[in-house]
């Protein structure tokens, strides 16, 4: 193999047929400009960081799910040698959150636990096994409590609040109720209705990267702290109310993270303990999770009991729904009223819906704090409502397809919640899955224990509304352009792995006319990069992407200002492309890029420019719905196959094909992968995830008990991307990062019913489940009268 | 050779070879591999991620088999050659170069275990089939993926995908 | 992270030198480290010394007089690959096969998994966690999580290789100052999860000796991913010879593996299930469990039969 084969760059990349843009850039496949760096292990993750004098902090941590602080001994770690210092609770007693309606946080416990496994002190030592050895010499006396473990506990008036001060009857932190159209009338003109109950259980993230902090005290007396976060900006902000800092002394540096998935979404007590104690200790103080505490740390999927009655017309469109849902939260906010919001506020889409009506509940319970993972809160609605939808069909008559099909919202409509869609391409969604896996002709033919089964959705692309009230922009890009053609591209992003790096290179590069990796993107850094809200709502490639877009439209203006100068044209004349501006319709009249920034420079004088991105103000017939709307929509079909063993209940899904309307693919193999990994968690939650507790402990925290699925566990996995441009995406791209996930396990579920005859309401379809329910069906049918066959 | 008894309670010279260079530290006996070669040597490309076996992260190549260095003794390898993701070199060339093109490494923290034991699988079976490939993947965990593009890669770093015309129907 | 405690380590180069430090309070052997590290982090064991095998040339299978002599120290990998194993004792190298995943494999030994640790879910937790609970009857604890109520400990006997081996005939000899002993596989184990191994403390197992005439052995590992984990129900089945009876030894359900015979499969996997009493030291309910047995025993002797 040559050695310019093995270079990155775009020597190596495959063509690709289609539209071929003007930069030649958009809809390639191929590699990320950073992706070298991760393979060969150079990259450097906050743990790959080592200072001098740094010592490591470890947690002690709550062993009651509810109890007060009677006290905190010390002593007999801080006697062990190595040990150099400590902190406990109310040494930071600033409540902080990222939603300001519900800071109900401390970095650590103060005065009593909420769950087992809450931080309560941290030792600082000079290395992992004397911190470990001194936290087990940590000696704290509790009185416990009576702990509220279920969603039943949580709504019982006659059980302790968890926070104290809360003027809710029960441990209720939010409801929510919002109604539309006219329900009574809706179900009246029903031909069919449906009731059911669903139960969608907890999950958790589980990136490989533990969550790391490492805080160093400059010698001026600022704070620099490298975080694991997907939020860099909330960090910053948090660190500092709790800290009682100006945000302008701390510099929060995000490294390269392993994976989050909305784990790493909140500031955590690593953050602001590790700050703490670099302060406190005068020297720099790492702290890195075990895994099991990352089990405790958690935000991870809410369990939800969901209550879903739905109306049907003889053609199958739907009349009305009524949606109530209860969500356990665990014992702090986090996220979860945003959670509240999304359990209901999506329900309208894709299918077009005039009446609805949705109450949900998001409760606290004693067990760590839940809060955003992938698909945040529309996950569990998706699966029964998915799963309604098939079983009108069945009570219809209709083809499942064909009924999904023919109810799909237009595009360019606004839903009766008041969401403004834009661009939808669920129908080419619906019949590329259906195509490919000849859904038509298969279904219900595959033999006792195989089936297929179809499911749809509809995600975000960010949040219109930021969470903390400000008319700023949500993500902001500065672009510097040096005399040797390099471009360094500023953001405050934090790339987790899912090519948000490779993403603003890449528009960038289409608007100049330079390659990818012509752009150095520097991200995740307070004193470096301009703000961006962070990884979270699926809105990165959507509004960093149009502040990089604007960013770039700026420094091209001035380029072609000068080019179009010095050959004597118009600016709108000249084409950017393979590192080249030149005139359109006489192409030989060309500069170099480089000679352009030369030719721009003096004209200007040096080039930087900055971009910014906040969505148009979308007037709303509802002045509720603040959580929700989004600038844009993406769309999602999926047909599962799965095969279920009769005799043991195992369950195997054999192939996966979806398809993913993103608007726009920047990058075909980057879109794919996001794709994938989405299904590939879906199949997880599935078949085998589950935050499973006895009592308020943890069940399984480990990598061994909390199954996730292996290679062999995971589907053939065939991704069709379908491109709808989006008038107000960057290059009309939208979303591929959690949308996809929302309709995998509804279409795993219905797969099962085509392959046992069985409606199963409850994931994961675990053996033992399944094998029940095939025997209880099985005990029914050798019941029943044998006319009713 | 580094037996020796007159060491601090606990603690052992341990020399072996790392990429390729003769290494000799002072280490407690209770030293992984893992943290020998990221605290000790500063090579940070073996990561932690569950630290008990289970996760494939801290894969390295000892004396050409994988190893999980997270529950590996440095003074177990005493005198052997170990080999980690910085010793990347020319055996390695096809598959990080597949990695690369088809971005398998996402967030990138299994990725370097991964490409060590397909070079070792490699090493093996230069043609090793997708079952062949599957069976070595089930080693190591990656939640970001879901293997495909992982898969995809492997299948085009086998030289069996080199000497056979490709078969359609791929998306990759 | 998650650290290890602190130890001291010897690597003797005489099986008899080991088994004098192995004499002495505190030490432990320690071979592949696969599950003794993982259970070092979690604290079950402190020990002072940590005594290796990796110098007493346990490492290697030879063939004689029609037996096969594995070394203790030969890792799973080595046995499953071995032309004798594959040709002669499939049962073997697909029970090698199945543990946790082929890295391990290539760490993991013979011995160390005949010496496995019996396991439970209330057990195999890091330390921290087993504080929450209040500790097990088998570590630092009073009571028994899995039956409050029972006689003492139920944590499973969960070695791959071992229903295999036990039904192939196979043999562990042991050397320690007080001499060499040979021990059928079959009588190693009590049915007690604290004390599984009739063993002393200053015991080395040497060597695995299989006979290559046995009978046609199946083994399936029942586990909830193809890989990392360990079994929720393993089973060894052998066929009968000249009218003779059909046998299983069962794992994975109690602390030591069960053996059952039958006159034909069907009985085979109804016995299994009758002798078999699952309790909840896995996370699937016991009560699935126990019929996975029949399930798997059945399936077990069906291959055997076709084959």
């Known amino acids: 193999m040559s050695d310019s084969e093995n270079r990155p760059g775009w020597a190596v990349y495959a063509t690709h047929s289609g539209e071929a843009a003007e930069g030649g850039v958009l809809g390639r496949a191929g590699p990320k400009i950073d992706g070298r760096a991760r393979i060969l292990g150079a990259a450097l993750y906050t743990d790959d960081l080592h200072l001098p004098r740094m010592v490591v902090g470890k947690f002690v941590r709550s062993t009651q799910p509810h109890a007060r602080i009677v006290s905190i001994d010390v002593s007999g770690a801080l006697a062990m040698p190595g040990v150099v210092g400590y902190a406990i609770g109310s040494e930071l007693p600033q409540k902080y959150g990222v939603i300001p309606v519900a800071q109900d946080e401390t970095a650590m416990a103060i005065g009593k636990v909420r769950y087992i496994g809450e931080a309560i002190a941290c030792i600082a030592a000079v290395d992992e096994e004397t911190a470990h050895r001194a936290v087990r010499a940590v000696k704290v006396e509790y009185e416990p409590l009576p702990a509220v473990l279920t969603i039943e506990d949580a709504l019982d008036p006659s059980k302790p609040h968890i926070h104290e001060g809360s003027r809710k009857p029960s441990n209720i932190l939010r409801r929510i109720f919002q109604e539309y159209g006219d329900i009574d009338k809706g179900f009246a003109a029903a031909e069919v209705v449906i009731e059911d109950t669903y139960e969608y259980p907890g999950s958790t993230h589980v990136p490989l990267e533990t969550h790391v902090a490492l805080a160093n005290l400059e010698p001026d007396g600022k704070l620099t702290l490298w975080s694991s976060t997907q939020n860099p900006h909330y960090v910053h902000r948090d660190v500092a109310h709790v800290l009682g800092m100006r945000e302008q002394d701390i510099r929060l540096i995000k490294p390269t993270v392993g994976a989050g998935y909305g784990g790493k979404c909140d500031p955590f007590c690593t953050d602001i303990v590790a700050a703490h104690l670099a302060r406190k200790l005068r020297r720099p103080v790492k702290i890195t999770l075990e895994r099991e505490e990352v089990f405790y740390t958690h935000r991870g999927r809410h369990p939800t009991r969901m209550w879903l009655k739905m109306g049907f017309a003889k053609d199958g469109s739907i009349t009305a729904i009524d949606f109530k849902a209860w969500a356990e939260g665990g014992a702090y906010a986090s996220y979860g009223v945003v959670t509240s919001y999304y359990l209901g506020v999506f329900m309208p889409l894709p299918y077009t819906l005039e009446n609805y009506r949705f109450e949900s509940h998001r409760l606290y319970t004693n067990k760590p704090p839940c809060g955003p993972k992938r698909g945040h809160g529309a996950i569990q609605p998706r699966l029964a409502l998915e799963m309604h939808i098939d079983r009108a069909a069945q009570a219809l008559g209709l083809d499942p397809a064909e009924m999904r099909r023919a109810n799909c919202i237009a595009p360019d409509t606004e839903t009766c919640n008041g969401l403004k869609v834009t661009s939808v391409g669920m129908r080419e969604c619906i019949d590329a899955v259906v195509t490919a896996s000849g859904y038509h002709t298969r279904r219900g033919a595959l033999g006792p224990g195989r089936g297929l089964g179809l499911a749809a959705s509809a995600y975000m692309c960010g949040a219109l509304h930021p969470v903390y009230q400000n008319e700023l922009s949500q993500s902001c890009v500065q672009l510097k352009v040096d005399r040797s053609g390099e471009v360094t591209l500023y953001s405050g992003t934090a790339d987790c792995g899912q090519g948000s790096v490779h993403m603003l290179a890449a528009l960038c590069a289409e608007r100049l006319g330079i390659e990818p990796s012509d752009v150095r993107v520097i991200e995740g850094d307070t004193s470096l990069t301009p703000v961006d809200l962070g990884s979270y709502s699926s809105r990165v490639t959507f509004m960093a992407g149009n502040a990089c877009v604007s960013a770039s439209d700026k420094v091209r203006e001035k380029l072609a200002a000068a080019v179009a100068a010095k050959l004597g044209v118009e600016p709108a004349a000249l084409t950017f492309n393979g590192r080249r501006v030149f005139v359109t319709t006489a192409p030989d009249r060309a500069l170099s890029f480089v000679d352009a920034v030369w030719l721009a420079e003096e004209m200007f004088g040096p080039i930087g420019e900055v971009g910014g991105y906040k969505p148009h103000k979308i007037g709303s017939r509802f002045r509720r719905q603040s959580v929700g709307p989004s600038p844009a929509y993406s769309f999602t079909a999926q047909v599962a196959e799965v095969s279920c063993d009769l005799e043991t209940g195992i369950v195997v899904v054999d192939k996966i094909w979806v398809a993913h309307d993103c608007g726009r693919a920047i990058n075909r193999t980057i879109v794919e992968g996001q794709i994938e990994g989405c299904v590939y968690m879906g199949v997880g939650e599935a078949l085998f995830e589950e935050q499973r507790y006895r009592g308020g402990l943890h069940a399984v925290p480990s990598l061994l008990e909390y199954k996730i699925p292996t290679v062999h566990e995971t589907p053939e996995i065939e991704t069709f991307i379908v491109e709808t441009h989006d008038p107000n995406g960057p290059f009309g791209a939208k979303e591929a990062g959690e949308g996809p996930q929302l309709s995998t396990v509804p279409a795993i579920a219905n797969a099962l019913h085509d392959a046992t005859g069985i409606w199963f309401t409850r994931p994961p379809f675990t053996p033992e489940v399944v094998l029940a329910e095939i025997s209880r069906a099985a005990r029914a049918a050798a019941q029943r009268p044998p006319e009713s066959s | ?172 | 992270m998650l650290p290890l405690p602190t130890f001291e380590y010897a690597a003797p180069t005489t099986v008899l030198e080991a088994s004098r430090l192995l004499g002495t309070p505190g030490s432990r052997l320690v071979a592949g480290g696969t599950d003794l590290l993982v259970s070092m982090k979690h604290r079950l064991f402190e020990p002072r010394l940590l005594v290796s095998t990796r110098r007493l040339g346990l490492r290697g299978v030879s063939v004689a007089d029609g037996v096969l002599s594995v070394g203790a120290g030969t890792t799973l990998r080595e046995v499953a690959r071995h032309p004798t194993v594959l040709e002669h004792l499939p049962s073997l190298a697909a029970a090698c096969r199945t543990v946790a995943t082929p890295t391990i494999q290539g760490m993991a030994t013979l011995g160390g998994n005949l010496m496995l640790d019996t396991r439970c879910l209330y057990y195999n937790q890091p330390a921290g966690w087993r504080a929450s609970l209040g500790y097990c009857l088998k570590r630092e604890g009073t009571v028994c999580h899995v039956a409050p109520k029972g006689r003492g400990c139920y944590a499973a006997h969960s070695a791959d290789t071992v229903p295999a081996l036990w039904l192939l005939g196979a043999e562990a000899e042991f050397v320690s100052v007080r001499g060499v002993r040979r021990i059928p596989v079959s009588s190693m184990y009590h049915d007690d999860g604290m004390a599984w191994l009739r063993l002393e403390p200053d015991d080395v197992l040497t060597a695995v000796h299989v006979p290559l005439a046995g009978r046609a052995v199946g083994h399936r590992k029942l586990r909830t991913r193809q890989a990392i984990d360990y079994a929720l129900v393993l089973v060894a089945v052998r066929a009968p010879v000249d009218g003779g009876l059909w046998s299983a030894v069962v794992s994975s359900v109690s602390p030591s593996p069960i053996f059952v015979e039958a006159a034909t499969p069907a009985d085979l996997a109804e016995a299994a299930f009758r002798a078999c009493q699952p309790l909840s030291t896995h996370l699937p309910a016991a009560t699935w469990r126990k019929k996975m047995v029949r399930v798997e025993v059945a399936r077990a002797a069906a291959a055997l039969t076709s084959a």
């Open chain 2, 1 to 172: 050779m580094s037996d020796s008894t007159n060491e601090a309670a606990g603690e052992r010279v341990v020399a072996l070879t790392v990429n390729g260079d003769s290494v000799r530290r002072l280490c407690p006996s209770s030293r992984t591999l893992l943290d020998f070669l990221r605290v000790d040597l500063g090579l940070n490309g073996s990561k932690h991620g569950c630290d008990v076996g289970d996760c494939g992260a801290c894969t390295v190549l000892v004396d050409g088999i994988p190893r999980l260095s997270c529950i590996t003794l440095a003074v177990e390898v005493e005198g052997l050659a170990v080999r980690t993701i910085e010793g990347a070199g020319p055996d390695e060339a096809r598959i990080v170069a597949a990695f690369d093109e088809h971005v398998a490494s996402q967030c990138g923290y299994c990725t370097p275990g991964i490409v060590l034991c397909l070079s070792h699988l490699y090493s093996e079976d230069p043609a090793a089939d997708d079952e062949a490939i599957r069976q070595a993947l089930g080693s190591n965990i990656c939640r970001c993926t879901g293997y495909t593009k992982i898969l995809a890669a492997a299948r085009a770093a086998s030289q069996r995908e080199a000497s056979q015309p490709a078969q359609g129907g791929s998306d990759e």
